[in-house]
């Protein structure tokens, strides 16, 4: 990448997009509309006691209906993409069979808005919202049949987009809809599988990004360019001498095991098969050949750091770090304050693999933003927060690390999956009642960053 120029010291690589980010299920809406499938999300949301304010997201912030007004919202804040997600279940409403064309409509009016508006489309295929037949049929993620489905689905998409989009994302946070939808049962479909189950969840779900990666090559117009986009761990070195930096490498591969360390080099790591013993998953060489399928770019969603310290005389060689109990957070209570990630992932997706081309897919935070007396919204703890994390960002491309764009999590405050409409994410407020956006404040800092392409 072109280093900073000379004469700002805070300034992003010519040509860095800046974005912002959402999914489909988070604000569409219309979730009975044109032949669009359940989900498991539909299903989730409606099961009594799952979402904190016992919300859903059958309306959402109706999106499907006023995405011009949306994308008229994405052009005043001047970004240059749009990363967003398309629903699985309105493609095919039974996950796999026969197609819904009035589904991908949608999307190609989306599409065709974005563009005519001067802005780049960057889709993800899976946003968690897996096809409820899927689920009930066979299992969901812990059957082979939904890894394949998802494979067909990506290239039909693809197949139907790639005139128009250069650049599609996979699945979303492989590690969180594993994790928490089928260990701690949070999220949809809302289980607690034992170790051997989890682990195969999970095989699967890198198995369908590496199936979608061929089936992409195999359908998509040629040169079409695609990635993951991981919740990875992001490690920081509390201290960044050589030998803490060094510790927060291995932590980074081994930690990252069973998602980007294995796409990335198409094998499970003698520690991950280890610790799993007899629970391990299921593969054959086949899978992780599949799994390694060569991608364009790494996509990383990062919000919450993860502190590390060398322990150089006892194997694993580091030792994770609890908080501070002061140490600060923002709204959402798994989010502690720590911008250094920003600069270490990138980094160490270079030192380690290489990586030659990476997005920010998703980075913001929850505040508690309201309307004040004068109508504006105030949030100065955003962009508090955005400051610090893009100053750490700038730091890593000034230093030569490849990340090519940054996506803000996210545009619109939205359905924040279990903890429904009590967290607002968005750097414009909706007024849940009247479905009214109204830009905060940070909207006005972002754009101001967008415009002289350096942190202000
Ligand atoms: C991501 N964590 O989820 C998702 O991709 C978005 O859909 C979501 O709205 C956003 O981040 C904010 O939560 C995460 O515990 C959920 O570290 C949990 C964590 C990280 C990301």
Redesign the pocket.
Do not use: P
């Given at each position: 990448p072109e280093p900073a120029a000379a004469n700002n010291a805070r300034s992003f690589p010519k040509g860095f997009v800046w974005g912002t980010a959402t999914?489909a299920y988070?604000i569409e809406g219309a979730v009975k509309e044109d032949g669009r499938g359940v989900s498991i999300w539909d299903r989730f949301a409606h099961t009594p006691g799952k979402i904190f304010d016992g919300t859903n997201a059958d309306v959402a912030v109706d999106h499907y209906h006023r995405y011009k007004e949306d994308v008229q919202l994405m052009k005043a804040m001047g970004t240059k993409a749009y990363r967003f997600s398309i629903a699985w279940p309105r493609i095919f409403p039974e996950g796999k069979g026969k197609v819904n064309p009035k589904g991908l409509d949608f999307y190609n009016r989306l599409v065709d808005e974005l563009l005519a508006n001067g802005i780049e489309p960057f889709p993800s295929l899976y946003?968690?919202d897996l096809p409820q037949t899927l689920q009930e049929r066979y299992g969901g993620w812990e059957s082979r049949e939904t890894a394949l489905a998802f494979a067909d689905y990506a290239g039909y998409v693809t197949e139907k987009l790639s005139d128009r989009v250069q650049r599609f994302f996979t699945l979303?946070?492989i590690r969180?809809f594993v994790d928490?939808g089928h260990e701690s049962g949070i999220l949809a479909p809302g289980f607690k599988l034992p170790p051997a189950r989890l682990n195969q969840v999970r095989h699967h779900a890198i198995l369908a990004h590496g199936l979608a990666v061929q089936a992409i090559r195999a359908k998509a117009r040629r040169g079409t360019k695609v990635g993951p986009?991981e919740?990875i761990f992001a490690v920081v070195p509390i201290i960044e001498t050589p030998e803490h930096i060094k510790a927060t490498e291995i932590a980074m591969r081994e930690l990252n095991a069973g998602y980007l360390t294995a796409m990335l080099e198409g094998r499970y790591t003698d520690a991950y098969l280890k610790a799993a013993g007899a629970d391990a998953p299921k593969f054959t060489s086949e899978d992780l050949k599949a799994i390694a399928s060569p991608i364009n770019f790494v996509g990383i969603?990062i919000?919450?750091p993860d502190y590390y310290i060398s322990a150089s005389n006892k194997p694993p060689g580091y030792q994770s770090l609890p908080f501070n109990k002061s140490h600060p957070r923002m709204v959402?209570s798994?989010?502690r304050l720590g911008p250094e990630t920003l600069y270490w992932a990138p980094r160490l997706l270079q030192k380690l693999w290489n990586v030659k081309e990476i997005y920010i897919t998703?980075n913001?935070c929850?505040t508690s933003d309201e309307v004040a007396k004068d109508g504006q919204v105030y949030d100065s703890d955003r962009i508090m927060f955005l400051r610090s994390y893009l100053t750490q960002l700038q730091r890593a491309t000034s230093e030569g690390a490849p990340v090519r764009g940054y996506f803000l999590?996210?545009l619109l405050d939205?359905f924040?999956?279990v903890a429904g409409y009590a967290?607002r994410?968005g750097a414009i407020y909706v007024d849940y009642t009247t479905l009214k956006r109204t830009p905060k404040l940070s909207a006005s800092f972002y754009r101001e960053v967008i415009a002289r392409n350096s942190v202000v």
């Open positions: 999914s988070q946003h968690w979303n946070e969180t928490r986009a919740n969603n919000y919450t959402s798994w989010h998703e913001g929850a999590w996210s939205n924040e999956w967290q994410f």
